[in-house]
């Protein structure tokens, strides 16, 4: 089997699998309870909040566990805006933001708020002007995600931080569901307020994530209770979730510095191959993520060579599983203003550290064979 949909979901390290079925087959009892056992485990909790911290360049005060991406970006974007919407009632996002920011920020907006929907330029980039003429004295948050799950493409968050720094009242949320450990983003004293990360695009397990929330960023909880997670998340701690992340949070982190030179070299290689091929139009820009590459097959159904490839154990993409089921045009693509043609055709090929250039050069063989069939077929 060649695996290469790692943005959709990756395989468990088998460490953090490990991790996790330790954790729930010792340490079970209610990290709330009173007696001796329940103090072991909130000891445990504690120890892996401040690894975490540890992993991330900030307080452990400002590590909050998750159920993954979707909870986390949720927990951001309507915590903020129900907290503080008394101030104010408009959030700024752009139009390639993942389906649970875009529709956390359509909820809202039912609700009364206003919500200003950023174009990207052709490879997927927010303008920096355009972040500054947006922010209104009625702003209360910016959401971003730092690298587009579907091409890869990275914003400058590290300006748009810098920016939102010199407004004392705004707060400033990062996706970066797809950039960890691939993409390098210091978090403490920079302007970034939130930031959400998920432990099954990382080699962990689905069901786990933390959200960062800096020091003194109040916010309205979605889940009430019994005040765990500082308030932002009532609800009996999943301990062995929260071990298995941080396990998988360190050894992507490892993976990082010592690979990513390799990751992007087998990228480009893929990218260079592709675009050799007669009929293939590659959508991810140059400046992008090392791991995702996005291309559109001119003339083809993404479906139908995704299951042909498919009958060869080879796996691949359209675009975001959250949306891959939806209508067949990528929104994505589409706000990059690239023609209906290229936004019905697109695929996702997206790498982990463990694939190799063989399985490149095994996929690319099966994608030329699937191509071939497919135009013969329809001929």
Not at 67 to 77: D, L, V
Not at 252 to 259: D, F, N
Request: charged share 25%.
């Amino acid at each position: 089997m060649i695996y290469l949909d790692n943005s959709a979901t990756t395989k468990p390290h088998p460490s953090v699998v490990k991790s996790f079925k330790e954790v729930t087959n010792k340490y079970y009892a209610n990290p709330s309870s009173i007696h001796q056992f329940g103090g072991e485990t909130e000891k445990l909790l504690q120890r892996a909040k401040q690894q975490a911290a540890n992993l991330l360049g900030v307080s452990e005060q400002e590590v909050i566990f998750t159920s993954g991406g979707t909870e986390g970006n949720n927990t951001a974007i309507k915590g903020i805006a129900l907290q503080h919407q008394n101030r104010g009632r408009h959030i700024i996002t752009s139009e390639i933001e993942h389906p649970s920011v875009e529709e956390a920020c359509r909820g809202l907006e039912q609700l009364g708020f206003e919500v200003t929907y950023l174009p990207v330029n052709e490879d997927g980039v927010v303008s920096i002007t355009d972040v500054k003429s947006a922010i209104r004295e009625d702003t209360i948050l910016i959401s971003l995600m730092h690298v587009n799950n579907e091409i890869g493409s990275i914003q400058p968050v590290e300006e748009v931080a810098s920016i939102a720094k010199q407004y004392p009242k705004l707060f400033f949320h990062v996706d970066n569901v797809q950039g960890a450990g691939k993409v390098p983003l210091k978090l403490g004293n920079n302007g970034i307020d939130l930031c959400t990360f998920s432990g099954h695009k990382i080699h962990g397990l689905k069901g786990t994530g933390i959200l960062y929330i800096k020091k003194g960023t109040t916010m309205f909880p979605l889940l009430h209770g019994g005040e765990q997670e500082s308030g932002h998340r009532s609800g009996t701690e999943n301990l062995a979730g929260a071990v298995s992340m941080v396990k998988a949070l360190r050894l992507i982190k490892e993976r990082e510095r010592t690979e990513a030179d390799k990751l992007r070299q087998l990228l480009g290689y893929l990218r260079d191959r592709l675009e050799t091929m007669d009929g293939i139009k590659v959508n991810t820009p140059r400046n992008s993520a090392p791991h995702i590459m996005n291309f559109s097959v001119l003339g083809t159904k993404p479906e139908v060579l995704i299951h042909m490839l498919g009958e060869e154990e080879i796996y691949i993409s359209t675009k975001s599983a959250c949306s891959s089921k939806q209508k067949d045009e990528s929104k994505i693509l589409a706000a990059c203003g690239w023609g209906t043609d290229r936004n019905v055709s697109a695929l996702r090929v997206s790498l982990s550290y463990d694939n190799t250039k063989e399985e490149i050069d095994t996929f690319l063989s099966a994608l030329q064979r699937s191509i071939k069939q497919f135009k013969e077929v329809m001929e």
